[in-house]
C-alpha cells in the first residue's frame, strides 16, 4: 500500500476514550490489592504479538517451571490454563490467539515450581486498552533527490486484540522526520484492515540534505511514548542539467 504525506490523520475519539478509562477506574475498584504480591506483571504488544511477562519481586527465589491461567473479568469465573504456557521454562507467554479484546479486565495467576514444589504463587490483573504499550514497528528508508520512502512492516494479518473490539483508533502511527532543528510528525491513516507492509513516501524535500526517521505509535491513553531508533539518509543532490 502506497500513502503519500497528506494522507488522513487519525484523531482518537476523547469521547469513546473517555467512557472506558471510567470504565477501568470503575473495575479497579473491585480489584483487590496485589501491592504485596510476589510478582510484577507486564504486557506489551511486540511485533505486534501480545506477551505477557513477570518479575519476581525476590530474587532468591528461582523456579524452574511456571504455569500460567487467567480470567474475564466481565465473563464467567471459570479459569483458563493457557495450554501453551503450561509448566514452561520461560517467564513470559504469547497470549496474542487468547485476548481479543482490549476492552477487558483479566486476572492472572502465575504459579512456579520447582520439583514437586511451589515456590510462588502470584495474582494480579490487567486492562490492554490502558497497560499494554505499543512497541513501535519495524521500518526501513530509502532516500532520492527530494523524497524518502518509509517502508513500515505489518504483519499479514492484525491480531483480533489490535482490530477487535474495544480497539478502535489504537493504531495511531507517527513517522517522524527531522533535519536539523526542525521536526515534523505524519500520520498516515491505518485502517484495521491493512494487510502486510506499506510505503509512506515524505516529498517535497530539500536535496544533498540529511534526513532522520523514526516511527511509533502514539498510544490513545496518553500513556508513554516507544519511539524506534532513528534512521538518517543523506538525500541525493541535484543532477546538474546538461547542456
Not at 495467576?109 to 494480579?124: A, I, K, M, Q
Not at 513501535?136 to 524518502?148: K, L
Request: charged share 20%; net charge negative.
Amino acid at each position: 500500500m502506497l500513502l503519500s504525506q497528506d494522507a488522513s490523520l487519525i484523531r482518537p475519539l476523547n469521547l469513546y476514550l473517555m467512557v472506558y478509562i471510567i470504565l477501568v477506574f470503575g473495575t479497579l475498584q473491585t480489584l483487590p490489592d496485589v501491592s504485596d504480591e510476589p510478582c510484577i506483571f507486564k504486557i506489551t504488544l511486540r511485533n505486534f504479538r501480545t506477551i505477557l511477562s513477570w518479575k519476581l519481586k525476590d530474587h532468591s527465589i528461582v523456579p524452574t517451571h511456571y504455569t500460567l491461567q487467567y480470567a474475564i473479568m466481565s465473563g464467567p469465573e471459570d479459569v483458563i490454563t493457557v495450554k501453551d504456557c503450561t509448566n514452561i521454562t520461560r517467564s513470559f507467554c504469547d497470549l496474542t490467539d487468547a485476548w481479543v479484546n482490549m476492552s477487558e479486565t483479566y486476572t492472572l495467576r502465575v504459579v512456579g515450581h520447582r520439583g514437586n514444589s511451589t515456590l510462588v504463587d502470584c495474582e494480579g490483573s490487567l486492562f490492554p486498552l490502558i497497560d499494554m504499550p505499543l512497541e513501535p514497528p519495524n521500518f526501513e528508508i530509502a532516500g532520492f533527490t527530494d523524497h524518502i520512502n518509509v517502508t513500515v512492516e505489518f504483519p499479514p494479518v492484525l491480531p483480533k486484540i489490535v482490530h477487535g473490539e474495544g480497539s478502535s483508533f489504537y493504531l495511531s502511527l507517527v513517522i517522524e522526520e527531522k533535519s536539523g532543528n526542525i521536526v515534523k510528525k505524519h500520520k498516515p491513516k491505518i485502517n484495521a484492515d491493512i494487510a502486510g507492509n506499506f510505503i509512506y513516501v515524505i516529498n517535497e524535500l530539500i536535496p544533498n540534505t540529511n534526513y532522520c526517521i523514526s516511527v511509533y505509535f502514539e498510544p490513545s491513553n496518553l500513556g508513554t511514548i516507544n519511539r524506534s531508533p532513528v534512521k538518517c539518509t543523506r538525500l541525493q543532490p541535484e543532477q546538474e542539467s546538461v547542456i
